[in-house]
């Protein structure tokens, strides 16, 4: 029914980012689960901050995190595979906050017109474990803003304005990064036009392949779609003919992994149509998939790299854009003159986050918790008929529920179910696109801890089949 001129910004927007926080299933889990302090503090929460779809009015109230855990008012503890994408090193390390401190105590700030040793050195870092020749750096508060600031290098490097991107990806709630981004959530209804010139092309996800193709239990069957994904990045490069760049999440955050070539084959149209690729590994980066970036799986260099999220070592905000010398071409303007672009305590935390990432060994943690994790996972699936598909590299993992595999039909109702269930026994991850139950636990995340937390989640399937985990 149409409600008149209105109705379109009331619409509600499909369901991506993650759980909204005002279903059926949040009102019930809250009513059984939050006492009066909470309530309390939530209703104060709800009182001053402007309401959003994903986060105002909150889930619940925190008071205490350290390493996977976070703790609530009211003294229960969950095991964080959520997390945000902050906490690639767990909460509170002991290391980072010695490095804080420290620093607050050495040199707390730089005005903007000066640089700092601690600025230099992270610059220095970013180059020396970044893929291929991205030496140089501008650093942000943000991904979001360190998004913009790359398709700002982008357009003023190749003298065109035009970017292809992917539905259903986020990069941010900027403007121009909400511009790119997929997501109806933040780019649809109310806030009125966007950037020009961002076009947008279906992406690859397999199991449900936009392109009509049929899968192989989630992977793709290459002898039949022959990659059409990658064929129609191209395509639309040649068809515009002047498009500044293509950025793209390297392993979508959903997630969902590219076929294999997938990236080999956009980076080749890419320069044939004189593009810029730039990767987007704001959650991905620094070891989340098993390697210290995700494009490292598939062999493949962007132009440009953005970082941010666990920069900052879930304590403080921190993002950077990494480029090819050959794109300082824009000497004369301000990209990314931010009043805490060089601000010495932040990059003192993302290098002392790095150093802790390389000295603990946490990118081969990831890669071996989360290969073992799969594999249960796998175990799991064939149990379960509500699993429809598991995917994910390292730990940044996957299980689609569907109330039908033949259909695929999405089971978004279960998904939500299992979710709150899953945090009445200790287990807190999100939702994403309705039904993918998505698991992103900290680097730290040791084998017993994943089996307590697959246990929980074996659980939670079993209870709502009505049959033993």
Known sequence: MNDGPGSRRRAVPAQSEGDVNHSPHRRAWAARNLDGATRELIAEDARYFLHQSVSTPCLSAIRRAEGIWIEDVAGRRYMDFHGNNVHHIGYGHPRLKAAIKAQLDDLP???RRFTNEPAVALARKLADIAPGNLSKVLLATGGSDAVEIAIKVAR???????????????HGAGFGAASVGGEQLFRAGPIGPLLPGAEHVAPFACYRCPYGHPDIDGRPDLDRCKMACASYVRYVLEREG??????AEPA???????PPGYWRSVREACDAHGALLIFDEIPTGLGKTGRMFACEHEGVVPDILVLGKALGGGILPIAATLCRPELDVAGAWAFGHYTHEKNPVMARAALTTIEIIEDEGLVDNARKVGTWALARLADMKARHTLIGDVRGRGLLIGIELVSDRATKAPAADAAERVMYRALEQGLSFKVTMGNVLTLTPPLVTTEAEMSAALDILDACLAELAGGPG
Not at 156 to 170: I, P
């Open 109 to 111: 700030f730089a005005p």
């Open 156 to 170: 003023a490097a190749t003298g065109r304005f035009k970017t292809v991107s992917f539905w259903d990806s986020f």
């Open 242 to 247: 002047d498009v500044a760049a293509v950025i």
């Open 252 to 258: 979508r955050a959903v997630p969902y992994l590219p």
